[in-house]
């Protein structure tokens, strides 16, 4: 009876399993629209921003590749020049290889250096404050929803814990932040309880809200519509209902907005006095820790 080699056995799996990671790799790619292999499936910015961020995203997956498509090759490559031709013959032995170690160790600390170089230009862009803004919103986050104080504008709005039935019209119950198209807003983020997170997918950027501390950032929204903010950081038992909505219009729809949370009795600075340490027994409230925290919330968290 006729028998294969050992080697050959040896290279029946490799070549399986090769094969079917270059069909799954190909199928994968033809998943969803050039669009979407485009932006590295990212959602689709609707802010300034987000275009930055998109070319950070696929250059970094363009670099990974390039990276793994030579290593890979060199793999093969020393697999196929290297093999044993015979079982009686031993492969000539290398210690070392001096200009290629040097290669390894310079190259990957270059990548890491421009790596680092373009992510810190990113975010410096993405947390920048430098600019005036034309609306500043203070977003409050609680377990679990959210409350607006629309600071340039004097008025606030409440929200509520989403309650997600599965049927339609939860959305429309959603708390709602409405902002200006093509106006940047500076987001003054407070917590009146635990660690949250503020983040719109869309805007592809995000930032957490600590008790005690105040973060802001800038947005300038590119495109009218409808999207879908949530907490993102894991804030207790009903996290995953923490959600609202942002709606993006142009300034005739938002001044009517305005008026109408204004004609709704809604004026002013809605009190962050709220602190889950008032509720224990023996600690300070808020008021009592920080008296003029209020005011300085409602001026933007800003030191004169």
């Known amino acids: 009876m006729h028998r294969h080699p050992d080697h050959t056995r040896r290279w029946k ?21 050039s669009d979407q292999i485009a932006r590295g499936y990212l959602p689709e910015g609707a802010s300034e921003n987000a275009d930055g961020v998109i070319s950070f995203w696929v250059g970094m997956w363009i670099a990974a590749l390039a990276v793994g498509i030579l ?13 044993r031709k015979n079982d009686a013959e031993v492969p000539k032995q290398f210690r070392y290889n001096v200009p290629i170690e040097i290669l390894y160790t310079v190259v990957p600390i270059v990548m890491v250096a421009a ?39 004097d ?23 409405y902002l200006p198209v093509n106006e940047r807003t500076e987001f003054v983020l407070t917590s009146r309880d635990v660690i949250h997170s503020f983040w719109v997918p869309q805007f592809l950027q995000k930032l957490d809200m600590i008790p005690g501390v105040v973060n ?36 005739d729809e938002y ?35 920080d008296p003029k925290h209020n005011e300085w919330i409602s001026k933007g968290g800003k030191d004169n």
């Open 13 to 33: 799996r490799p070549a399986v399993l090769a094969g079917a990671a270059t069909i799954g790799a190909m199928v994968l790619s033809a998943c969803g629209s």
């Open 71 to 83: 290593v890979w090759g060199l793999m093969l490559w020393c697999v196929l020049a290297y093999r």
């Open 115 to 153: 790596l680092f170089v373009q992510n810190v230009k990113t975010e410096d862009a993405l947390m920048s404050v430098e600019q005036e803004p034309q609306n500043i919103v203070n977003v409050a986050g609680k377990q679990w929803s959210w409350d607006f104080n629309y600071l340039s504008d």
């Open 155 to 177: 008025v606030h709005d409440s929200g509520q814990q989403a309650v997600l039935t599965g049927k339609d019209g939860v959305a429309d119950k959603l708390p709602t932040l």
């Open 216 to 251: 802001r950032f800038q947005v300038t929204p590119t495109k009218v519509g409808t999207y879908q903010g949530k907490c993102a950081e894991l804030c207790g038992t009903y996290h995953s209902e923490m959600l609202f909505q942002v709606k993006v219009v142009e300034r």
């Open 255 to 289: 001044d009517k907005q305005m008026k109408k949370l204004a004609d709704d009795g809604k004026q002013g600075f809605l009190d962050t006095g709220y602190d889950r340490k008032e509720l224990i027994q023996g600690e300070k409230g808020v008021h009592e820790r």
